[in-house]
């Protein structure tokens, strides 16, 4: 019985080391898509309550999910390189005279354009396809991911009550320790994700009217800048609390403080530009959007630092794969922490922090149940 239970034990050691093995494989191939994963992850918390309202309506997870990813997440997104595309025009706007005017000392621009193998030519000897090709393989990079990333979101809206059905048929039931951390964790992530990008959206839509409405009516010389491009770094800073827009309309007002000051004119400008940013784009937000759209069981500090450190040390991606981490350290420590060093059994109930971040589910019943 002994070499029995010797050979039992041998076999399962075998299959964990090739289940390390194989998580190992997986991780190498996923890690260069780590960011398109993490930013699908958001997306999908950001519009499941929308998928959960179609999928009551026309009762077929497969069309809900479609219906959502084209009507909300779609739009999300080309909503979000539309504006890219204005930062860019607004930061690069040359007009083609002046292109024409740059490039005349040094090559016969009428003549190129009626000649193309001469411009192709040019181009080569110039070094331009070159630069041509890098472009367009970040161009194509960037859509491969964008692809994989929407691909990501939509299955994760059409199966993820199977997945939620399998974990809770083979891994841990609706009364396992794990069932409740992974439930406590899906609901900070949904209160995070989608409150603070629809906050940031608000916020995004309200700097471009009031940066621009400002442009309208001001003085000479005191127009602000790339306005639109300003308004979507505004709405971009809006996703760490406290922050809101003061990363932007506070160096806008200084400029604005200067370039008066340079000029001999008045301050009312600067001022009243202060004071309708800090009303419509810090207090209105704060006081009247963010308690409706986004969930405060999660301590403010906790996600300013998630926030900053994610994007430190992860880069773009960590504006998403910050808060993953910080909800997946919070609820470990109000679960499963506090039993693991007083070696006691773990439960799916809180017992350290109660006041910090969602309470578990621990039992079934209701769509965010699913996910």
């Keep these: 019985m002994k070499g029995v239970a010797s050979d039992v034990d041998q076999s399962r050691l075998a299959w964990w080391l090739l289940g390390v093995v194989l998580a190992g494989i997986l991780f190498v191939a996923v890690r260069p898509f780590l960011g398109a994963l993490v930013f699908g992850l958001f997306v999908y918390y950001a519009v499941r309550p929308v998928d959960r309202r179609v999928e009551r309506r026309v009762d077929s997870h ?7 990813l084209l009507l909300v997440a779609l ?22 005279e002046q292109v024409r005017s740059l490039l005349q000392p040094y090559v016969d621009v009428s003549s190129l354009l009626s000649d193309p193998q001469r411009l192709l030519s040019t ?8 630069i041509g090709g890098a472009a367009f393989a970040v161009l194509s990079s960037v859509l491969v991911r964008l692809f994989l990333a929407l691909a990501f979101v939509f299955f994760l809206l059409r199966d993820d009550h199977r997945l939620a059905g399998w ?20 609901r900070d992530l949904e209160s995070v994700y989608l409150g603070n990008t629809l906050t940031a959206l608000a916020i995004g839509i309200l700097s471009v009217v009031v940066y621009n409405g400002f442009n309208v009516v001001a003085p000479a010389g005191l127009t602000i800048p790339f306005p639109t491009a300003l308004a979507l770094l505004t709405g971009v800073a809006s996703f760490v609390p406290l922050v809101v827009g003061k990363l932007v309309y ?6 604005l403080v200067w370039v008066a000051t340079q000029g001999g004119g008045s301050l009312v400008y600067p001022a009243g530009f202060f004071v309708v940013s800090l009303l419509v ?12 759209v986004a969930g405060r069981t999660i301590h403010v500090g906790l996600t300013v630092f998630a926030y900053i450190l994610g994007t430190t040390l992860f880069g773009w991606y960590g504006l998403f ?8 350290m919070v609820q470990f420590v109000r679960i499963v922490f506090t ?5 006691e059994r773990i439960t799916p109930h809180v017992t350290a922090a109660e006041g910090l971040g969602s309470s578990p589910r621990t039992g079934t019943g209701g769509t965010s149940d699913e996910g």
């Excluded at 181009?123 to 070159?130: H, I, K, P, V, Y």
């Design 281 to 292: 784009l810090d207090l209105v937000p704060q006081t009247f959007v963010q308690p409706y």
């Design 75 to 96: 739009p999300l997104v080309a909503l979000v390189g539309y504006l890219a595309v204005r930062v860019a025009l607004e930061l690069g706007a040359v007009s083609t």
């Design 250 to 255: 506070v160096p806008i007002t200084a400029y």
């Design 62 to 68: 497969g069309l809900a999910a479609t219906a959502t």
């Design 123 to 130: 181009l080569r000897e110039q070094g331009a396809l070159r």
């Design 321 to 328: 794969l910050g808060p993953l981490l910080m909800v997946l």
């Design 167 to 186: 974990f809770r048929s083979s891994v841990g039931g609706t009364r396992s320790a794990v069932y409740g951390y992974l439930s406590a964790v899906d």
């Design 339 to 343: 039993e693991l060093i007083h070696d």
